[in-house]
């Protein structure tokens, strides 16, 4: 595996500060709680760092104490912080209850109102930035956000386009946040998608856009015929690359990776098989530390194989720790990846 000397990926959404219970516990179980930096495409930027990219983040923060903690997180990580904005407002949150056992993980969202839902939209200058970027990441959870979000993420879509950057985009759909107010997420994030080179989406998410079913009952049909019509429907994209969960327990999982890319008319799949994940201390943030791990591999010019076994082992090693970051080295990941990886290194 060689390394790039490209252009640096920028990542573009909102950051958050994640409040969380101690585990085994409910919110407001008791009177403490956890606080940590998060936010998807922030989340992508620091694990890019660590891997050794010149990764950059595009945000909106509020002008207080918070605000600059949370910018010098990420920027403590090895993220280029230069292009955030400090406005006035908020920092938007998020409480997460641990799930356990049987119990399921759950998300409140305390967002509404933040300077980045405030701001966001004029805040940047979008060729400017893009100036040296040769990827731009972006997300569905930032059009999710309300009518400022959805403006902010189609003109960066469309200055990435105009100049000749490729985009990343991460599907993360989020119905809580589309359901506060009356957008159209159909129509935006197929737009988004219009001008994506890499999409992390699976079949659930082209049924929304495209306003389809696949209902095949075997799921490796489902996804092939979604990347079709996927593919169809969009032609600049190239590749569409997702994770497979099978979960016994919160603890206890199973994860692979499938991506699936244009072969003419037909559609070629390359799949890394599972890592058994027993012990699961932290799932969130899995998908961007996967999402981080292809796109540093396709950034490098590995082969799609190299690229979707890196992915999925970030996003393994990325549920062995508290927090939204990934923060394993390229170096950590490639162990994680060799037969002898649970040895302890001494």
Not at 74 to 97: E, K
Not at 100 to 127: E, I, K, N, T
Not at 288 to 311: E, P
């Amino acid at each position: 595996m060689t390394t790039s000397t490209r252009g640096r990926i920028l990542c573009f959404g909102e950051m958050l500060a994640r409040l969380s219970p101690p585990e085994g516990e409910l919110l407001m179980q008791s009177p403490r709680l956890a606080i940590r930096p998060g936010g998807a495409e922030a989340n992508v930027a620091v694990s890019l760092a660590r891997f050794g990219a010149p990764a950059a983040i595009a945000t909106v923060l509020p002008d207080n104490a918070l605000g600059r903690a949370v910018r010098d997180e990420a920027r403590r990580h090895g993220v280029d912080t230069s292009p955030v904005q400090f406005r006035p407002g908020r920092l938007g949150l998020y409480f997460m209850t641990p799930g356990a056992v049987r119990r399921p993980a759950d998300v409140l969202y305390d967002r509404a109102g933040s300077a980045f839902v405030q701001h966001v939209d004029g805040a940047f200058d979008w060729p400017g930035l893009l100036d040296g970027t040769e990827w731009l990441h972006v997300s569905g959870v930032t059009p999710a956000i309300g009518p400022t979000g959805t403006a902010a993420a189609l003109a960066a879509c469309a200055a990435a386009e105009a100049a000749g950057v490729k985009i990343s985009f991460d599907g993360n759909f989020r119905g809580k946040l589309w359901a506060e107010w009356k957008g159209d997420p159909p129509a935006t994030l197929g737009r988004m998608l219009s001008s994506s080179t890499l999409a992390f989406a699976d079949d659930r998410d082209f049924a929304l856009v495209l306003g389809r079913t696949f209902d095949d009952a075997d799921p490796a049909v489902r996804r092939r015929s979604a990347a079709a019509a996927a593919f169809a429907a969009f032609p600049s994209l190239q590749r569409i690359a997702c994770t497979l969960r099978v979960q016994e327990s919160v603890a206890d999982q199973a994860l692979s990776a499938v991506m699936l890319t244009r072969d003419g008319a037909e559609v070629r799949e390359t799949t890394a098989e599972a890592i058994h994940m027993t012990g699961v201390v932290d799932r969130v943030g899995g998908g961007d530390a996967f999402a981080s791990g292809v796109l540093f591999g396709l950034w490098n010019g590995w082969s799609d194989q190299d690229a979707l076994d890196f992915g999925l082992a970030a996003a393994g090693l990325k549920h062995s720790v508290h927090g939204d970051f990934n923060l394993f080295t390229a170096d950590e990941v490639r162990a994680a990846m060799s037969a002898d990886g649970f040895d302890i290194k001494r």
